[in-house]
């Protein structure tokens, strides 16, 4: 999946050892806020110390994110994980609201939303076999 915005919050990477493993990890989270009539807010984790020097993230970019969802159990409780595996910068054309198709060409001419009538159809023409009058 991808999401498109606004970085407005950095925030400080975390770092370990695995006690699976005794290898060291870092992550580090990141807020991104997405345009439209009611703005969302999302946090999303950047996983590997490669990656976060990677992406480079910084305040107040526009970017878009590829990211997986994924859950997990702890203690009897599930909590949701975003991880992004892939930044671009820049900002792609955002539609109007999330899973919202962009607008389609339309086959009609533009009608001008004051007019009490729509325009008239030009009469079909000769030796057409519609006889229906509209």
Known sequence: MDL????????????????????????????????????KKCVFRVFGEDRIKQFNIQMGEDIT????????????????EIRAYNVTRGQAPVAAAPGVAPAQASPFPPQDANAPFPPAQEPAGEGSTDDLPF
């Open 4 to 39: 498109t915005g606004k970085i407005i919050a950095v925030l400080p990477a975390n770092s370990g050892v695995s006690s699976r493993t005794g290898n060291p990890w870092m992550s580090q989270e990141f807020v991104i806020e997405v345009p439209g009539q009611y703005p």
């Open 65 to 80: 994110i590829s990211f997986d969802i994924d859950a997990h159990e702890y203690n009897g409780r599930w909590f949701n």
